[in-house]
């Protein structure tokens, strides 16, 4: 099975608003997550990583909020603008273990103005 | 320019033929890997090197194999594709010490398997 889902596969917001998107994964031996942006026929781009040892970081509007009993990460975006309109993927690996990150399926945000 | 480099951009070819594409990444990163992305944009990984190492092996077809000359280099050979093979072959790179999970994907090949 996936070990790594995003069950929305599509999220609308408002300019302006908060963007909340969310992943779920499988294996507790995961200790990095992370979120890529990607736009149409782009590649991925790294947007923000935690690691397990903190339960949230923010970078500018961005906040991470890692639940590790829930095996759930979420990714904030505040003051959501047009130009966040993209897909969003969340990944999630084990440095210990082996180099791979697992990727979700992807939640496509569009903000509308 | 630092970046991760991959050719051709498209390959349109027949069935039981062999290809192969390349990927160069000049960030002086020690990690590289090749992902699958299918027609429903799920991305899989397929290999990763460390240091020219192969480290992670999927359970991907014999047919696919891939090979690093350099810790810079890594390219994927498939021998006899077949229809389903026909995707978006992504490379990317990672700095293993520093944020294995911070990786930097190159603009990806799109193969066609008539």
């Known amino acids: 099975g996936q070990q790594v889902k995003q069950s929305s596969p599509s999220l609308t917001v408002q300019e302006g608003g908060i963007s909340i998107l969310n992943c779920d994964y499988e294996?507790?031996?995961?200790?990095?997550f992370a979120w890529y942006k990607k736009y149409p026929d782009n590649s991925p781009t790294l947007l923000i990583s935690?690691?397990?040892?903190?339960d949230k970081r923010e970078d500018g509007r961005l906040t991470v909020f890692l639940n590790k009993s829930g095996k759930h990460f979420s990714l904030h975006i505040t003051a959501s603008q047009p130009e966040d309109t993209a897909v969003y993927l969340c990944?999630?690996?084990?440095?210990?273990?082996?180099?791979?990150?697992?990727f979700g399926e992807g939640t496509k945000l569009t903000v509308s103005s | 320019e630092t970046a991760v480099f991959q050719t051709p951009n498209y390959h349109v070819t027949q069935v039981g033929n062999e290809v192969s594409f390349n990927c160069k990444q000049t960030?002086?990163?020690?990690?590289m890997y090749w992902y699958k992305q299918d027609s429903k944009k799920l991305l899989k990984i397929m290999f990763s090197?460390?240091?020219?190492?192969?480290?992670v092996n999927e359970t991907v077809p014999r047919r696919f194999s891939p090979q690093s000359s350099d810790k810079a280099h890594l390219n994927l050979r498939i021998k006899s594709v077949e229809p389903e093979d026909s995707a978006v072959y992504l490379c990317?790179?990672?700095?293993?010490?520093?944020?294995?999970?911070?990786?930097?994907f190159g603009p990806g090949t799109r193969l066609t398997v008539l």
């Open positions: 090197y460390n240091n020219k190492q192969l480290i």
């Open positions: 294996n507790d031996m995961f200790d990095y």
């Open positions: 990317a790179s990672s700095d293993w010490g520093a944020n294995y999970a911070e990786q930097f």
């Open positions: 935690v690691r397990s040892n903190v």
């Open positions: 990944a999630a690996g084990n440095q210990g273990g082996s180099a791979k990150l697992i």
């Open positions: 960030l002086g990163h020690d990690t």
